[in-house]
């Protein structure tokens, strides 16, 4: 008994599209379209539909369509619809266009992620701030020796860096200097000059920038690693908190190092305006000496030894903060580490600006 019916080009099936008469209804539909192509297809008295029914008239209807035609389903009860678009493979590829958003509308997610980004970082910095004043009179869950291995780490092998650039620094200023001040006789206030910017301004700056670059960017891509690996899961799985285990340490040793490292970096910078200011301006050691004790007050020395500490308390904050944040793989750590040196140097001279303000 036929189970199809092909009139006015309407294809009519009147058995039920299941697994076990697929096969019968195929042959019966190549005889019958064998001179002409339906423009329709009839479903009115089909009841049950299983997923090897709808791959059927998905066949047909690609076959149909592969002869420049289409097909057109009619006649499909709900319960069928519901099978056909579970089973259809149109539905799996189907690609929804995202919307577009605008440019005020990704400005705002910005700024909130931005926001929530900065809240996260105080919380950070609360964290360690805590644990760093416990952990001077109780170093339980710390390394020992670690605070030593890290003044080594972000202090000594630091000194090279820091005094070859405060010594390209002070020099560069000074010959700039010494050019202006020659030409109005003033060569003796090169020393005053020199002093005050490095004490101030230079000696922290630099040394800060210098350490965000190569101290931070260590800091992030450590705490990253151990993030990606994890490491940091495993420590809290040992209930052993990783900011005390970790971050602290280094916290406490560059808190050490940094005023030392400033120390450092002013005395190269003015020893580069003194070779300029002997050798260009035909200043005495002891002329150039004693100006740069005299215009120097205890206010600018406390003042820049207490920047260069609050400097070094921000990079490893933002250094830590990034690593811990890090998500994926090594990619991950590479966008961490990039993002903990532009965050930290943007912060040190942010903050610098600030303290020029109040301290001017």
Same mark, same amino acid.
């Given at each position: ?5 092909? =009139? ?12 076990? =008469?697929?096969?019968?209804?195929? #042959? ?10 339906? $423009? ?5 008295? !089909?009841?049950?539909?299983?997923? /090897? ?11 149909? #369509? ?13 319960? $069928?619809?519901?099978?056909? #678009? ?14 577009? !958003? ?58 090279? $860096? ?27 206030? @090169? /020393? ?27 800091? /992030? ?13 495993? @420590? ?29 970096? !002013? ?17 005495? @050691?002891? =002329? ?18 207490? #920047?260069? =500490? ?15 944040? $890090? ?34």
């Amino acid at each position: 008994m036929h189970s199809v019916r092909f =009139t006015d080009r309407i294809l009519y099936l009147s058995k039920d599209l299941v697994f076990g =008469t697929v096969a019968e209804l195929d #042959k019966q539909v190549k005889e019958l379209l064998k001179e002409e192509l339906p $423009v329709a297809i009839d479903l009115s008295a !089909i009841d049950r539909i299983d997923s /090897a029914g709808v791959a059927f008239l998905e066949e047909l209807q690609e076959r149909v #369509k592969k002869k420049g035609s289409s097909l057109i389903m009619q006649g499909v009860s709900e319960e $069928v619809k519901a099978v056909l #678009k579970t089973f259809s493979s149109e539905a799996i590829v189907s690609v929804t266009t995202p919307e577009r !958003i605008g440019y005020f509308e990704k400005l705002g997610t910005d700024l909130l992620a931005w926001g929530k980004d900065f809240f996260s970082s105080l919380l950070m910095a609360a964290d360690v701030f805590y644990w760093a004043l416990r952990g001077l009179a109780d170093h339980k869950g710390q390394r020992k020796g670690s605070l030593a291995q890290q003044c080594y780490i972000l202090g000594f092998q630091a000194i090279p $860096v820091v005094s070859f650039l405060s010594f390209i620094f002070g020099f560069i200023i000074s010959l700039q200097a010494a050019v202006q001040l020659r030409q109005f006789g003033a060569d003796i206030f @090169l /020393a005053d000059m020199i002093s005050i910017s490095m004490v101030r301004e230079m000696g922290p700056l630099i040394t800060a920038i210098i350490i965000a670059g190569r101290s931070g960017s260590a800091i /992030a891509s450590e705490i990253a690693s151990m993030q990606v690996s994890e490491e940091i899961d495993a @420590l809290r799985m040992m209930a052993i908190n990783p900011i005390r285990y970790v971050v602290v340490p280094k916290f406490h040793a560059i808190t050490i190092v940094m005023p030392l490292l400033v120390t450092f970096s !002013i005395m190269v910078g003015v020893f580069g305006g003194l070779l300029i200011g002997m050798s260009y301006l035909d200043l005495s @050691l002891v =002329t150039f000496y004693s100006r740069s004790v005299e215009i120097l007050s205890l206010k600018d020395v406390v003042v820049s030894l207490g #920047k260069s =500490t609050f400097f070094a308390w921000v990079i490893v904050i933002i250094g830590s903060h990034f690593g811990f944040q $890090v998500r994926g793989g090594a990619e991950g750590v590479g966008k961490a580490t990039t993002n903990s040196v532009v965050a930290s140097i943007f912060s040190v001279i942010f903050f610098d600006a600030l303290f020029s303000l109040i301290y001017l």
